[in-house]
């Protein structure tokens, strides 16, 4: 199983980006999906998931309103919307994939797959 993160960029505060993950070995509704965030000298931490189905999804406080998760079953895509962007989103971005249970966890000890990261820079 492999995971392609793309979108990243560098963008103005306010501005959006939507990144995409494309998940390739196995058809994406075997997993549920988490995207997570890493910034220099930080932990990394989870900022949505999204169930197998796609009926279910959670956002952390801090992107609550400003991202959307979603996922295409038939593309075998997932995405993150992002949206009203802010320089404490500077990260990079990784795409997770959890393969047992239906539904995302917030632990990335959870996720068995994950992609390579795509940089996101907000400048102010």
């Known amino acids: 199983v492999q995971l392609q993160a793309s979108g990243g960029g560098l963008v103005q505060a306010g501005g959006s980006l939507r990144l995409s993950c494309v998940v390739t070995?196995?058809?994406?509704?075997?997993?549920?999906m988490g995207w997570f965030r890493q910034a220099p000298g930080e932990e990394r931490e989870f900022v949505s998931g999204?169930?197998?189905?796609?009926?279910?999804?959670y956002d952390v406080d801090s992107v609550k309103g400003r991202f959307t998760i979603s996922r295409d079953n038939a593309r075998n895509t997932v995405y993150l919307q992002m949206n009203s962007l802010k320089p404490e989103d500077t990260a990079v971005y990784y795409c997770?994939?959890?393969?047992?249970?239906?539904?995302?966890?917030?632990?990335?000890?959870?996720?068995?797959?994950w992609g390579q990261g795509t940089q996101v820079t907000v400048s102010s």
């Open positions: 999204i169930s197998w189905s796609g009926d279910s999804t």
């Open positions: 070995g196995r058809t994406l509704s075997d997993f549920a």
């Open positions: 997770a994939a959890k393969r047992s249970g239906v539904y995302y966890s917030t632990r990335h000890s959870m996720y068995d797959y």
